[in-house]
C-alpha cells in the first residue's frame, strides 16, 4: 500500500511538472504571436518595398523557428 501512495505522488508531481512546462510554452507561443501580430500590423500600415522586405528578412529574420520538440520528452516522462 505504501509503494502504491508514492508510485502515485511521484505520477502526480510528474504531471504537474509537464502541466508548468506546457504553460510555459504556451506563454512563450503567446508572446511570439502578438509581435508576429505587430510585424504584421507595421508592415500593413507601413508598407516598405518589396525589395527591401527581403533584404531585411534575410539579414534579421522576424522569429526565430519555435520548436514543441522541447516538450514532446517531458509529456511521457512520469513513470507507468
Not at 508514492?6 to 509537464?18: C, F, G, R, S, Y
Amino acid at each position: 500500500m505504501f509503494r502504491n501512495n508514492t508510485d502515485h505522488k511521484l505520477k502526480v508531481e510528474a504531471i504537474i511538472k509537464n502541466i508548468n512546462t506546457i504553460s510555459l510554452e504556451l506563454k512563450k507561443m503567446k508572446e511570439l504571436s502578438q509581435l508576429l501580430l505587430c510585424d504584421l500590423t507595421l508592415h500593413f500600415n507601413h508598407p516598405v518595398e518589396a525589395d527591401d522586405f527581403k533584404e531585411t528578412e534575410r539579414n534579421n529574420p522576424l522569429f526565430e523557428e519555435f520548436k514543441i520538440s522541447d516538450v514532446a520528452p517531458a509529456l511521457y516522462s512520469f513513470p507507468t
